[in-house]
């Protein structure tokens, strides 16, 4: 099982840690290249950004595919039991490793997850202890709520 993602750097790792909420959202590729410019527009004004740690899903659908009830209940797992591998995380969530693995290397390029490395073994963390998704109801996303539920 070949793991693509790049390990965060220490000083990521306490950053995110330090933080306790996870904003998940709906915006349109504009919308986030909006935010995108601001946040370096700040940065180079004073030398900060203050804001959540955001995820955006371009669609309701790629939200919704993404954070699905088994994978919340992973991650709600790894929060809750703190397991020391993959190996342990499957068995927690009583699911394939080659599944587990899987989903949480996908969870670990969102940023949802990071792994410390403890020799062969990698532990999944959840640096957050709440997860808010925002729903914007309009236009610019190209998808509304309302359409999903029709």
Known sequence: MNDTTPPLHPMEREQLRAESTLVVTVK?????????????AALERDGTVDSMPTLSFT?????????????????EAICREEPSSINETARVVDRDVKNVHEELSRLAQLGIIFFEEDGQSKRPVVWFDELVINLPFDSETGDTAA????
Not at 147 to 150: A, T
């Open 147 to 150: 359409d999903e539920l029709y």
């Open 28 to 40: 349109s590729s504009s919308e986030f290249h909006d935010d995108v410019a601001d946040g370096i």
């Open 59 to 75: 669609s309701y659908d790629d939200l919704m595919g993404t954070l699905t009830p088994r994978v919340l209940d992973l991650i």
